[in-house]
């Protein structure tokens, strides 16, 4: 049962990335803590905390799939036609959950990365960048909830490539240069 082991890694794996990305979601809120800015703040979070709650329960919907391809005892009452039937809808679930939560990830990340623009915590070109990248994973993810014949054409480098980037150069900036913070201001007493 050596695919079942591949499955669960990967979904160790995926449950091991969303644990980064609610930990960078609190790192973004904290660095930028603009008062004025507190409700798109919030607004972002409130997307990542969706999207990673829908990625959950795709995880768990595929220990769902696990289970009925183990093989054990009691799926004998059912035949193998429906098994596979069954499991093919709740993969199929999967891919249109990871759709959504993409979705939401390119409106959350496109509220983050106006916070880090108008923040001036890190460089203007990298959080315009940011913004850009963000709202074309969301305009894709639209694309693909509409139009699901797209996936075959737009793969994961099109629309997933300028982020990784943006998100890696934004992790590397910050572990090295820190977070520019903005001179005091004078006290009026």
Not at 40 to 46: G, R, S
Not at 70 to 84: E, K, P, R, V
Not at 163 to 170: A, D, H, N, P, R
């Amino acid at each position: 049962m050596g695919s079942s082991r591949g499955f669960q890694l990967r979904l160790r794996t995926r449950a091991g990335g969303i644990r980064r990305v609610l930990r960078l979601g609190q790192a973004r809120l904290r660095q930028c803590g603009c008062d004025s800015y507190r409700r798109l703040a919030l607004l972002a979070a409130f997307f990542r905390l969706i999207e990673t709650t829908i990625l959950i329960v795709a995880a768990l919907n595929d220990f769902y799939v696990l289970r009925l391809l183990s093989g054990a005892s009691y799926l004998t009452t059912i035949n193998s036609d429906q098994l596979a039937a069954l499991a093919r809808l709740s993969i199929g679930m999967h891919g249109s959950a990871y759709s959504v939560a993409l979705l939401l990830f390119g409106f959350g990340s496109s509220v983050f990365c106006y916070l880090w623009l108008k923040s001036g915590y890190i460089p203007r070109p990298l959080a315009v960048w940011g913004l850009l990248a963000s709202a074309w994973v969301g305009i894709c993810a639209f694309a693909f909830v509409v139009f699901p014949e797209l996936t075959r054409v737009i793969n994961v480098g099109y629309y997933g490539g300028p982020i990784f980037l943006f998100e890696l150069t934004v992790g590397l900036w910050l572990a090295i240069k820190s977070v520019r913070t903005p001179p005091p201001m004078p006290t009026t007493a």
